[in-house]
């Protein structure tokens, strides 16, 4: 198991308050593997909110081919850090 970078990690952190806070999901298993349809029930429109706020909160525009490759909220994290050096 790799440690996980620093710069990860944070964003993981922040990505999970999102969902606490606006969405009220509480992640119970390993972040980077809860499927955003599956685990956390996240359907289109709370997906697109999803991302105004993740936007919002790291000051980033994420491209639409980003998008559609997010499956997971380690996918989602894994994108954000590609902008966000």
Do not use: W
Request: overall charge negative.
């Amino acid at each position: 198991m790799h440690p996980v970078q620093p710069l990860k990690r944070e964003i993981a952190h922040r990505i999970e308050r999102i969902f606490k806070s606006h969405f009220l999901i509480n992640i119970r298993k390993p972040i980077a593997k809860a499927n955003l349809v599956r685990d956390m029930q996240i359907n289109p429109m709370e997906f697109l909110e999803m991302i105004f706020y993740v936007e919002n909160e790291f000051n980033i525009e994420l491209q639409d081919h980003d998008l559609q490759q997010i499956q997971t909220v380690g996918d989602l994290v894994q994108c954000v850090e590609r902008y966000a050096k």
